[in-house]
């Protein structure tokens, strides 16, 4: 290799981490924000002298307009430029987050809330569509294995962050906080970008038609229209894949501990244990899908068996009369398959966009997160209700397996970027 190549090639690399690390800090930033609010709801309960359900409206509000949201922020990523969106959008979050803690009562939160939630709905068309365009495909599946990551440990250090300031200084201080140190990752986020820069549909014609004044050059062929995207197969399977993946994961996330404890006589210690090893279990698949990913062709052979091994593991829960450290094992395993999955799904959803259109279709299938995520609680908490606490870890498991076709629909479609 010549000395030309190498520094080259190193340049690269150094271009690839700057841009990898910026998209990555918006997600961690995105991820801390949104658990922001669980940790102090006891407090803002007794504050404004409301109801839990009262308190969980105001989570209802973040996330349908986070998931409304990400559709339209997916038109906006491809016409005005990645950039620019997720440059707004962690700010309006950000901002909106630390405003709930000068809140002076609890019906401002509820228009906060909607406007963090638009805020939120930028980060997975921006983020995946700006790795997409900027970073070099031979380090894409790390790339989205890190823009992963991020976000879990962005979920891992927010009830702590949070909830020790709300602790020590109160449920306001706590919200102030975390909306400052959004602001300032924003900040690091502006200053970075030159480096994660895409251009939009607008931009682009306008540069093409300035080069086509004197030269006559034509202009670039108008990108793949929305209605086009949204009616296309291999984006409605990958939609599907995204509910039924998210469904399950809110199911083992938020009610496995509740499970655990009220039908297996699992002491709260243990069966936090396990909720915990599912994330560990998660960014460890994670960190293997992305090599993998890079170094493997067959990203539809990688998803489909992955959810079929975590389906089988999950599905074992149910059985009755297991050892508490053998459900422990099968819920960390079958996290770690799940997140084998993460970097190739997200691969094969790049390969499936037409030209301009990652934004549109990471946008779109996304959205399935929201909706699986909103969907979830009234299923699980209902088999908890009814003293089907086993049921959880079945359901779980048949929404993996009835995922693994869905897969099928990626194979062998790829568009040019």
């Not at 800090?25 to 803002?44: D, N």
């Not at 879990?152 to 009830?159: A, D, Y």
């Not at 970008?193 to 006559?216: D, F, L, S, Y």
């Not at 909103?374 to 908490?381: D, K």
């Amino acid at each position: 290799m010549s000395v030309a190549s190498s520094a080259q090639k190193a340049a690269g690399s150094q271009s690839d981490i700057r841009i990898i690390g910026t998209v990555a800090s918006a997600h961690f930033t995105s991820h801390i924000l949104q658990l922001a609010l669980a940790p102090l709801f006891p407090m803002m309960r007794d504050a404004f002298n409301v109801t839990f359900v009262d308190l969980g409206l105001i989570l209802t509000c973040f996330y349908a307009a986070s998931g409304l949201g990400q559709i339209a922020a997916g038109v906006l990523v491809d016409r005005f430029g990645a950039h620019r969106l997720l440059m707004m959008g962690i700010t309006l979050q950000s901002g909106s987050v630390a405003l709930m803690g000068l809140a002076p009562n609890y019906y401002m939160l509820l228009p906060l809330a909607v406007l963090a939630g638009i805020g939120n709905s930028v980060y997975h068309p921006a983020d995946l569509s700006i790795l997409s365009h900027r970073v070099r495909p031979e380090r894409l599946g790390r790339a989205f294995a890190t823009h992963v990551i991020a976000g879990n440990i962005g979920f891992g250090v927010s009830p702590i962050f949070v909830g020790t300031i709300g602790v020590m200084w109160g449920w306001r201080a706590g919200l102030l906080a975390v909306g400052i140190l959004g602001l300032i990752i924003s900040c690091w986020v502006i200053l970075n970008r030159p480096a994660i820069r895409t251009e939009g549909q607008v931009q682009r014609r306008q540069a093409a038609a300035e080069k086509g004044k004197p030269g006559g050059q034509q202009a670039e062929p108008a990108p793949a229209h929305f209605w086009h995207i949204i009616t296309m197969p291999v984006v409605l399977l990958a939609f599907l894949f995204f509910v039924l993946s998210a469904f399950a994961g809110a199911g083992i996330q938020n009610f496995a501990i509740s499970a655990l404890t009220e039908g297996y006589g699992m002491v709260l210690a243990m069966a936090t244990v396990a909720v915990a090893g599912y994330q560990v279990g998660t960014a460890s698949g994670v960190l293997l899908g992305g090599v993998l990913a890079d170094r493997s062709e067959k990203h539809h052979v990688i998803a489909m068996l992955g959810l079929a091994v975590s389906a089988i593991l999950i599905m074992f829960v149910f059985h009755t009369g297991l050892h508490p450290v053998a459900i422990i094992a099968l819920i960390a395993a079958s996290g770690f398959a799940t997140g084998i999955t993460m970097p190739s799904r997200d691969v094969l959803v790049r390969r499936a966009a037409p030209a301009g259109g990652y934004g549109k279709v990471f946008g779109i299938v996304y959205s399935g997160f929201d909706i699986g995520s909103l969907v979830a609680p009234l299923i699980f908490g209902s088999l908890i209700d009814h003293h089907m606490s086993h049921g959880v870890f079945l359901v779980c498991g048949i929404a993996l397996i009835v995922g693994i076709p869905t897969v099928m629909g990626f194979k062998g479609k790829h568009h040019k970027a």
